[in-house]
């Protein structure tokens, strides 16, 4: 990775991908070309089995279109109890070995939505009691723990929209209670706005706590309705929430001055919820244009 750089890259769910199989997304061999065409280099697997899962195949797709693998995506929800670790390892150990196969350096982990990601239903409560708290911290931390020592991999954990890990104050919590070695932030800047929290205070004040960046903005004017009517984040996606830059909020220029101050290298991967697509030809220009705007913003942003 290019030293002390920010570099910009994308993922699947900039061409409309949550899960690993469903009509409305763009198809596999689309979204690689397209990645390729719109100039990107560097990619998230997204979720798992979306892209092949056999490391070879794998391997020769992304070499055709000179692409490399960044991260990995995991899902968990260690705040249910300790059994929640057999349900969660198995399916991580399978991304963790299909990112390392790739070269990749990091694994996002994504805890459980207390809403359904697509009908918004209600799950459980939408805050966590003192031990579940506690039992999230350490399921990250050893999650975390075992990634490095298993397989050279770092953990980076995703606050969410409908997650109990969301606002200000909730990111601020988890961070005091995990361990810095084992539990980084990827800061999604789009979640971060949905949840009222505040991407460059979180990178000014938690500088050792940044392992990853995805970046997206959120439409002021959508999240407005959202928080009227309550809607959950698919909803809120369906509706247009994510908006591409430099038209929404954060200000990506702001966030990005922010994390070349780190002095690092660093991943900014690209990632604007566009589920349902709808029309495949919708993301390809949105991709493009949206690397160019990335790419003007700082001094020490680059493609690869």
């Not at 770092?154 to 969301?166: G, L, N, R």
Request: proline share 7%; hydrophobic share 35%.
């Amino acid at each position: 990775m290019t030293e002390n750089k920010l570099i910009i890259g994308t993922a699947p769910d900039s061409w409309g991908v949550w899960f690993p199989e469903d009509e409305k997304q763009t198809p596999w061999q689309r979204f690689l070309d397209e990645v390729a065409e719109a100039g990107y280099k560097w990619i998230e697997l997204g979720p798992y089995g979306y892209l092949p899962s056999d490391p070879q195949t794998l391997a020769k797709e992304l070499k055709e279109r000179d692409l490399k693998v960044s991260a990995g995506t995991v899902f968990t929800a260690f705040h249910r109890g300790h059994e929640q670790w057999d349900l969660a390892w198995e399916p991580a150990r399978r991304v963790a070995e299909l990112t390392a196969a790739m070269d990749g350096k990091h694994v996002v982990v994504i805890p459980a939505q207390w809403r359904d990601d697509k009908t918004g239903k209600e799950m459980e409560p939408r805050t966590l009691e003192e031990r579940q708290w506690e039992e999230l911290a350490s399921g990250h931390d050893r999650l975390g723990r075992v990634l490095q020592e298993e397989f050279g991999l770092y953990q980076q954990f995703h606050s969410h929209a409908d997650t109990h890990v969301e606002t200000m104050d909730q990111i601020e919590r988890f961070l005091a209670m995990t361990d810095p070695k084992y539990t980084t932030l990827c800061l999604d800047t789009g979640h971060a706005e949905f949840g009222g929290a505040d991407s460059v205070a979180l990178i000014e004040r938690y500088p050792e706590r940044i392992g990853y960046l995805h970046l997206k903005q959120i439409n002021p004017d959508v999240l407005a309705e959202v928080r009227r009517n309550d809607w959950d984040f698919g909803r809120a996606t369906a509706e247009g929430v994510t908006i591409e830059p430099p038209h929404g909020l954060p200000d990506l220029r702001l966030v990005i001055e922010a994390a070349e101050k780190l002095d690092r290298p660093l991943f900014g991967i690209v990632e604007q919820d566009m589920y349902p697509v709808g029309d495949f030809d919708v993301p390809l220009p949105i991709a493009t244009r949206t690397r160019k705007h990335l790419l003007s913003c700082g001094s020490r942003t680059v493609p690869a």
